[in-house]
């Protein structure tokens, strides 16, 4: 029987990694591909507004700056991660740790699509699934990519805690 302590911990631990691994990505995509990754400053900023009761933008880029957006921003993305973790972990059991399969890892992080093309872009002035941005296509593959890559590497995360422990 796993107590609720190992259940937060190996959230926490699949998804800090996970979201590590999944950034190295994207600092590849950047760099070596030339691709567009994700902005977490305006994550920060659009979380920032939140706090002061502010959902929706026309365009989260022409708001004022929020001091400490950038700090914000990525403390929510891997805040995120470990969220997304858990979840794994409560649909897939403790025992897919000991011995983690893609299948699960992947569908959750293709599933996880609906927080951004439903809350995030919208919040943030880009439309329902990027809809109002110049290439819809063209964003919703970028954000379908990150979070396949995100789903690989919360199983690629498991797999090697399972080979720690």
């Not at 439309?127 to 590497?153: C, D, E, Q, Y």
Request: some cysteine; overall charge positive.
């Amino acid at each position: 029987m796993h107590t609720p302590l190992e259940f937060v911990t190996h959230s926490l631990l699949i998804g800090l990694l996970a979201t590590a691994l999944a950034d190295l990505c994207a600092v590849f995509q950047k760099r070596v591909l030339g691709m567009q990754v994700a902005n977490w400053a305006m994550v920060g900023r659009w979380f920032g507004y939140i706090a002061k009761g502010q959902w929706r933008h026309a365009n989260i880029a022409q708001s004022a700056p929020i001091a400490g957006e950038g700090l914000i921003g990525w403390s929510a993305h891997y805040l995120t991660g470990v969220a997304y973790a858990a979840l794994l972990l409560a649909i897939s059991g403790m025992q897919w740790v000991a011995n983690p399969t893609l299948l699960p890892a992947l569908l959750v992080g293709i599933g996880t699509l609906v927080a951004p093309f439903f809350m995030m872009q919208p919040g943030m002035g880009l439309g329902v699934a990027a809809s109002r941005t110049p290439k819809p296509n063209v964003a919703r593959l970028r954000s379908f990519t990150a979070h396949s890559i995100f789903g690989l590497s919360l199983f690629a995360a498991a797999w090697l805690l399972a080979l720690v422990q």
